[in-house]
């Protein structure tokens, strides 16, 4: 697990306490590639590293020391004399549903996206990955960037939320990405998680399909996801927009024909 570790300059002790105040700024240095024993000069706030060292800064220097798995905020001493003069510890936390939120998850400026180019690519990274993995964790499928979010999205502990404008340009990073698909296309509110990819769904019905010996019969879009023989599938409940892409990709491989529903008859698929 990538922790990161944050460090403001130019701050009193007592910005520890006042979140909302504290300024990130610079760019972005990681020191997994670089040896432990170097010391490396800084005009950034935000690092990331791997979860074994953390930061300690010295006359506007920065050296990686053996820590624990934590995350910390440092603030450096304004005396004149360098050194740090307090360290926060930021730690992981498990949610409503089990799921174990990274220690940067607890850091307030986190829900709030950098305007340097270098931090905010580190900074969505980090997003992307615990969408996906919260998302695979409490089975979600579908994110409503103007509504009611998820707890991913919304720490009540330090009562800070990712706001919708932030939340949109993480969508529009996870569409880049391949992670996430706007439902309906060609808006900017609704989108559709793809912890699994469309075609991973794919795969996963059509080897369901042909251990039950389904192959050549036809099933409602409802039978497949709601039915008796699927209740205990993973794609039990999975969102009708998915599952039609999930057929789609079935179809071009030759081993599915979609069918339109007729009547009181939802959509139907003829498995090949």
């Not at 979600?140 to 990712?162: C, Q, S, T, Y």
């Not at 990405?177 to 019905?205: F, S």
């Amino acid at each position: 697990m990538i922790v990161t570790y944050f460090v403001v300059k130019e701050l009193p002790y007592r910005a520890l306490h006042t979140w909302p105040r504290l300024h990130l700024y610079g760019l972005i240095a990681n020191l997994t590639t670089c040896k432990l024993t170097a010391s490396f000069r800084i005009s950034s706030s935000i690092y990331y590293d791997s979860p074994s060292y953390m930061m300690s800064s010295s006359n506007s220097h920065l050296q990686a020391a053996p820590a624990s798995s934590s995350a910390f905020v440092s603030i450096p001493s304004t005396s004149g004399g360098g050194g740090m003069i307090g360290r926060t510890p930021l730690r992981s936390t498990i949610g409503s549903t089990g799921f174990e939120f990274p220690a940067i998850w607890n850091f307030p400026p986190f829900f709030t996206l950098q305007p340097n180019p270098s931090t905010l690519s580190h900074q969505l990274e980090l997003w992307r990955n615990l969408v996906l993995n919260w998302a695979r964790h409490d089975r979600v499928f579908e994110v409503n960037a103007d509504g009611e979010v998820g707890e991913a999205f919304h720490n009540k502990r330090i009562k800070r939320r990712l706001l919708p404008p932030s939340m949109k340009r993480l969508m529009v990073e996870m569409v880049k990405n391949g992670e996430a698909a706007p439902d309906p296309p060609k808006q900017e509110t609704r989108y559709l998680l793809y912890w699994r990819k469309p075609d991973e769904w794919g795969d996963l019905i059509y080897a369901w399909v042909t251990e039950n010996g389904l192959n050549a019969s036809i099933m409602t879009f409802y039978e497949i996801t709601d039915g008796d023989l699927s209740h205990t599938t993973e794609f039990y409940e999975l969102p009708p927009p998915l599952l039609r892409k999930a057929l789609e990709s079935l179809v071009k491989r030759g081993k599915a024909q979609l069918l339109e529903g007729q009547g009181e008859v939802g959509e139907g698929v003829r498995f090949l």
